[in-house]
């Protein structure tokens, strides 16, 4: 599987969302680092470790066909020479069901490696439907 180059955290963040919505496993693991320290946790589901694992969790989500819209709101992002950690609220609606389903917080690690920013970890957890959502953007960078 060739990588793509990532110049930005936003780069393989966009890239991320859009294999998630199109059920694009080969797209969705050239954003992951090939590494066996990735993680990804899934809302209420386990933590997996290493490529292979982090692979199979997403062959499984993916093998659902469900096809999703993401809206990301209140995006937290602080990022540094060679990390950057992003805290979105995902917004999501599944096609073909009126109902939308409650937001998810996710936060996302990149890190910049010798083939550009690849991510390195994932963790989503469904939000307290009381739980305030603002829709607000904070960029931040650190020197």
């Not at 059920?23 to 997996?48: F, K």
């Not at 469900?66 to 020479?81: A, E, I, K, P, S």
């Not at 690849?118 to 960078?141: D, E, F, G, L, N």
């Amino acid at each position: 599987m060739k990588k793509t180059v990532y110049a930005t955290p936003q780069d393989a963040e966009t890239a991320f969302y859009d294999a998630f919505t199109r059920n694009d496993l080969e797209g969705m693991m050239s954003v992951w680092a090939d590494d066996d320290d990735i993680y990804c946790v899934h809302p209420q589901g386990t933590r997996a470790t290493g490529v292979a694992d982090v692979r199979e969790s997403w062959r499984q989500i993916f093998k659902s066909r469900q096809t999703l819209v993401f809206q990301l709101r209140d995006q937290h992002r602080v990022h540094g020479m060679m990390l950057a950690v992003h805290s979105v609220y995902e917004h999501i609606e599944v096609a073909g069901e009126a109902a939308a389903h409650g937001a998810t917080i996710a936060t996302n690690v990149y890190l910049r490696t010798e083939r550009g920013w690849r991510m390195v970890a994932h963790h989503a957890s469904p939000v307290s439907a009381s739980a305030p959502q603002p829709a607000r953007i904070v960029p931040k960078t650190l020197h």
